[in-house]
């Protein structure tokens, strides 16, 4: 039985909610989870971070979205992110489950926070895949 974090942004609520779902199904059966909800995804690996160096944890759940628009935004976030988070993963030894949704619509975001496919349950099962690869080490 592990200590999870959940790390999710605020914004796209509605999406962010089935991601933050899925994964606790798959961690149901572990011995703490710890939902931190943050303003939006830019701000999930300065927290993730946090909640790493803690040691309060086993593993973290990183969740967002970002929904492509009409500026460059989306560039600089997605990857500001993504790699921001493989930085904490790496800095730390803690395992990171990747569950930032990078999508062009919203309609995409929805069918990949459904109960089919969730990404959030997908970056649960690699944190609790990772917990284990890492102590075999």
């Known amino acids: 039985m592990y200590r ?14 089935r991601l933050i779902q899925g994964a606790k199904r798959v961690l149901k059966n572990q011995k703490q989870i710890s939902v931190i909800r943050v303003p939006g995804s830019f701000e999930i690996p300065v927290t993730v971070k946090r ?14 979205c970002v929904v492509r628009g009409e500026t460059s935004h989306f560039e600089y976030i997605s990857s500001s992110v993504s790699h921001a988070l493989q930085q904490v993963a790496l800095e730390t030894g803690i395992p990171v489950g990747f569950g930032v949704l990078t999508v062009d619509t919203v309609q995409q975001a929805m069918d990949r926070s459904g109960e089919s496919g969730n990404k959030g349950s997908e970056a649960a099962l690699t944190a609790l895949a990772m917990i284990d ?3 075999q080490i």
């Open 133 to 135: 690869v890492l102590r």
């Open 4 to 17: 999870f974090a959940i790390v999710a942004s605020e914004y796209n609520s509605v999406i962010m909610d």
């Open 51 to 64: 909640a790493a160096i803690s040691k309060k944890y086993d593993a973290i759940i990183a969740l967002g």
